[in-house]
């Protein structure tokens, strides 16, 4: 078949109603399935405290991500295999507020957009950000599961075609909505397989294991553990403190060119990224001996940094500016997350401890400033990195923010948690992602792209690595970043000269 007739097939396909009755005891296939539950009620689940927070005006969240294909799209295929993953997954078939399973017609939820083919053929890249642009303008029936797989089947410079997923926050956090994507795709090298993800460790600190040397060294290695348990109490009062301070609006970043007017969590955003080099990333861990986020976070310093001073002709010596990013920390297990949801899209059947959102924050400075050398960005960031390690920042403020909505309503959570966004500059987030190539639904898969939008940031910062890559987004306000693709080269800019220096000092 030619590309015109797979058009002509999905335009026919389109028409035709496809639904996936998830209350149904039986399998896709009409056997029955003995896990699959009647509704007997079980299912109306209450939304979760964070989800609610998703759904207040000000936090009103969502998730576009973008995937690059390395195949021109196979509607059919796709269709075939969403109904058998995505729309059998507990929150992806159920409507809020409460969750309740409902009828999945995949007519609702798969969009094949009818662009303008000039536009199209002219500038793909300009009409693919430009069609995802809009998609943070436009509301979604909340009498749906909240999710759409919109199809942009036309090549771009790194793809053959593409397809965006945009998803409701309510549905979970972003570590759990990535294992849940991973979880739908299988392995280029093996199709029966799920891809594999890089082994990440557990945090391990004065909290998990208490030492148990022998001889002489014993008291020595007690006193140095009750130290460090003193020190992580000490900065995690230090952290709480500064973070609820900020939250009340007792502390609060300056306005800057950085940081958004007032409503920014109403205002259209424009989605736009860049591929890094992983192995360059790595490189400059390996030689400073410290992490790939450690380098991440002075990768962005020092682009915010090159951006601030570009924009307004100051220089650092006049004043000392520090903006602050609200980081995203993930609370969950990571490690075979992705193999369970693939289990719990098989079975149809909830896994409440595995799923939802569960994240906290933390508060990192950044300091901008013109270094003479650009390690020097690296190395103020890998300082901030390891103080905020030493700090139950992130687990408090999850933890806290339940309580506040237990004792005080979500109101009253959400105007705290709308104050610490509206007194810091910027989100920030770093996700990773499979290390082989996978193929969604047949379609191989060339880049993965998420972004986010609804928040009162005027800027998010997100990283994802996918295989040899890592895929930069920036989700920016366009009213106060009229100039985004320069803000974007200052990131990869930032790279190309840290990572000049790192071979010049090796």
């Not at 927070?53 to 021109?72: D, Q, S, T």
Request: aromatic share 8%; charged share 20%.
């Amino acid at each position: 078949m030619d590309r015109g007739d797979g058009r002509a097939a999905m335009a026919t396909l389109r028409k035709r109603a496809l639904s996936i009755d998830t209350t149904r005891t039986s399998t896709l296939d009409g056997k029955p399935n003995p896990e699959a539950r009647a509704d007997d009620g079980e299912d109306d689940e209450p939304v979760s405290p964070a989800g609610w927070l998703f759904r207040e005006p000000h936090f009103n969240c969502y998730i576009v991500c973008v995937m690059g294909l390395g195949a021109p799209v196979d509607l059919p295929a796709a269709r075939v295999g969403l109904a058998a993953t995505l729309a059998r997954h507990p929150r992806f078939c159920s409507v809020q507020p409460k969750w309740v399973r409902t009828t999945v017609n995949l007519d609702d939820h798969i969009i094949v957009p009818e662009l303008d083919p000039a536009a199209t053929s002219t500038d793909p890249d300009k009409a693919l950000e430009d069609y995802v642009a809009s998609l943070s303008t436009r509301p979604m029936d909340h009498s749906r599961p909240l999710w759409e797989l919109h199809i942009l089947d036309f090549p771009t410079s790194e793809s053959t075609a593409a397809a965006a997923l945009r998803m409701h926050h309510s549905l979970g956090d972003g570590v759990s909505l990535l294992s849940l994507f991973i979880a739908c795709t299988r392995s280029a090298a093996d199709p029966d397989a799920l891809p594999s993800l890089p082994a990440t460790g557990r945090r391990s600190g004065p909290l998990y294991a208490l030492p148990r040397p022998r001889g002489r060294g014993a008291l020595a290695a007690m006193a140095t553990w009750v130290l460090s348990l003193l020190v992580l109490a000490w900065h995690t009062v230090v952290d709480v403190a500064r973070f609820f301070a900020t939250a009340v609006s007792l502390v609060g970043d300056e306005r800057t060119v950085l940081k958004g007017a007032e409503g920014a969590e109403f205002r259209p955003r424009r989605f736009v990224n860049h591929t890094l080099s992983l192995d360059d990333i790595k490189y400059v861990k390996n030689a400073m001996g410290c992490t790939v986020n450690d380098v991440l976070l002075g990768i962005t310093s020092a682009a915010l940094s090159r951006y601030y001073f570009r924009r307004t002709g100051e220089s650092d010596r006049k004043n000392n500016i520090t903006v602050r990013s609200a980081l995203i920390v993930n609370l969950r297990p990571t490690p075979g997350l992705h193999k369970a949801l693939a289990s719990m899209m098989e079975s149809g059947k909830d896994n409440a401890e595995r799923w939802g959102n569960q994240f906290g924050y933390m508060i990192i400075p950044f300091h901008l400033a013109e270094h003479d050398d650009p390690i020097e960005y690296v190395r103020e960031a890998t300082k901030v990195a390891r103080r905020k390690k030493s700090s139950l920042e992130s687990i408090f403020t999850y933890w806290s923010a339940d309580m506040v909505v237990k004792l005080f309503g979500i109101k009253a959570a959400a105007a705290l948690c709308y104050g610490m966004f509206t007194h810091t500059t910027l989100s920030f987030s770093n996700m990773v992602g499979p290390t082989e190539q996978v193929v969604f639904f047949g379609h191989p898969i060339v880049y993965i792209a998420p972004g986010s939008f609804g928040h009162p940031h005027a800027l998010t910062v997100h990283y994802q690595s996918y295989m040899n890559i890592v895929k930069l987004v920036l989700s920016v306000d366009e009213e106060q970043f009229p100039d985004p693709h320069e803000l974007l080269h200052d990131f990869a800019e930032s790279l190309r000269i840290i990572y000049d220096a790192t071979l010049r000092n090796s």
